[in-house]
């Protein structure tokens, strides 16, 4: 699909949905996320104070104020250099240090007041090995105090550390497990949302199948079992196949009924006009130019009581087959031209077919090939093959008639389509079969093209109708 081009319903939900979706996810992934890593982080700093108070408890002091650290630390990584788990006891006039801090370099932490409490990271720290790491630092300031005696009391910290690798794989593990699962749950969810557009897009996709069947002519109306959101549009496609239907019946009849009354004044005129014997003499000269106009009144009814019985719109119309209608009109002309021995050769593409009124097929062929068979010298070709396509739509014909007659000039090209205007005076007929063409040719949108025939060396008659509805 091209970019310039506004996209289908189906892909607008489709595209809005999955972004509103993929949002949605990353949203929830996020806050997740978030709420894992302040949870293990609450975790950590309970665990860091279950420490201190561990080591407040059973750590002792002497009389002199040096510590006595608990023989059995709360958990064995305590003993253990470089284990990633450090306790660390500040004291007025010095410190002490677990077995786990004896080689790593630790931040420096100060004396804190009586119950304060922190809780910092991630701090930076130099591992035993000598890499760069980060821990999570928790801190208690405590009263040691020796049977009340106020003097004798003093104030000490207790810190607690730990490294972040603990931390940093049960983050990674569960982000892994929680993408894993969202990702899954979006693919899922995806697919879901595509069975779910697919299935309530399905009866506007039955509207605008059911109007196709409609504009060829398969059908005459849209069906009435649709959704209520649906009514009102296909209430209004069938009332205005009905009204235009209703509007071209009484167009074809007004049309009909004038042309009709106007036949017999006009009929009667002219046997008057023949009567010689008649009361009243009538002038030569003016008996001629009655007669001119008696007949081109005749030929404009005639052509209007054909236009009234053939005419119609092409929308609706259904599909006709060509050469059925090319043989019947064919055989015809070859009788009324026998004396010339005219052959008409045909070039039919197969399944080709007509969108259109039954009448406006019958004036566009009799028409081209009748004036064909009158100017050929000895062959006619009618050649029809399908024209451009489109999506979505009827697709287009190419019509042509080509003769081997003497041909028309290029500069008289324009003047034999005008109406009443024939090619050579010498030769039958009214001037208005090429016009009817014509007429009938931008009523479908489509061309008439006239040019030398490079098939047959007359006159190349080419009709172009475009894809249609």
Not at 353 to 365: A, I
Not at 400 to 409: F, L, Q
Request: proline fraction near 6%; aromatic fraction near 6%.
């Amino acid at each position: 699909m091209s970019w310039g081009q506004p996209r289908s319903l189906r892909a607008r939900q489709l595209l809005a949905a999955s972004l509103g979706l993929l949002a949605f996810l990353a949203l929830a992934g996020y806050a997740l996320d978030r709420a894992f890593l302040e949870t293990a982080e609450s975790n950590l700093r309970q665990r860091l104070t279950s420490y201190a108070l561990a080591y407040a408890a059973d750590t002792d002091f002497g009389r002199g104020g040096e510590i006595i650290p608990p023989y059995d630390p709360p958990d064995p990584r305590f003993d253990r250099p470089g284990s990633g788990l450090y306790a660390e006891v500040i004291l007025p006039d010095g410190h002490w240090d677990s077995m786990s801090a004896q080689g790593p370099v630790l931040p420096d932490g100060g004396m804190l007041k009586p119950t304060e409490e922190t809780f910092e990271g991630p701090l930076p720290v130099t591992e035993i090995s000598g890499r760069t790491g980060e821990a999570y630092r928790y801190g208690r300031g405590l009263i040691w105090s020796v049977d009340g005696d106020a003097k004798a009391e003093f104030q000490y910290t207790i810190y607690i550390l730990e490294d972040t690798s603990a931390l940093r794989h049960q983050v990674a593990v569960f982000r892994q497990a929680l993408w894993r699962y969202l990702g899954g749950a979006g693919v899922i969810l995806l697919l879901l949302q595509a069975l779910i557009m697919q299935w309530s897009l399905r009866p506007l996709k039955r509207v605008i199948e059911e109007l196709k069947r409609v504009q060829r002519g398969l059908a005459s109306r849209m069906s009435e079992r649709h959704p209520r959101e649906l009514e009102p549009l296909t209430e209004s496609i069938n009332a205005f196949i009905e009204s235009e239907r209703e509007n071209l019946d009484r167009q074809r009849n007004t049309l009909a009924d004038l042309a009709h009354s106007l036949k017999t004044p006009l009929a009667v005129l002219h046997a008057r006009l023949d009567d010689e014997n008649g009361p009243v003499p009538i002038d030569p000269e003016l008996r001629e130019d009655v007669s001119v106009q008696l007949r081109r009144m005749n030929d404009l009814v005639s052509y209007q009581l054909a236009r009234a019985a053939s005419g119609g719109h092409a929308l609706f119309a259904a599909p006709i087959a060509i050469e059925s209608h090319a043989e019947e009109i064919v055989r015809g002309l070859e009788k009324v031209y026998a004396s010339k021995g005219v052959l008409c050769e045909f070039d039919l593409a197969d399944g080709v077919q007509f969108h259109g009124e039954p009448g406006d097929l019958q004036e566009l062929l009799g028409n081209l090939l009748e004036n064909a068979f009158k100017w050929a010298n000895s062959r006619v070709l009618l050649t029809v093959q399908p024209g451009e396509t489109a999506a979505n739509r009827r697709p287009g014909l190419l019509l042509a008639v080509d003769d081997d007659g003497p041909g028309i000039p290029p500069d008289k090209v324009a003047s034999i389509l005008q109406r009443g205007v024939r090619g050579d005076e010498r030769v039958h007929g009214h001037g208005i079969g090429l016009a009817i063409v014509q007429d009938l040719v931008r009523g479908y949108r489509g061309t008439l093209d006239v040019t030398p025939s490079e098939e047959l060396g007359g006159t190349r008659f080419e009709v172009k109708l475009p894809p249609g509805l």
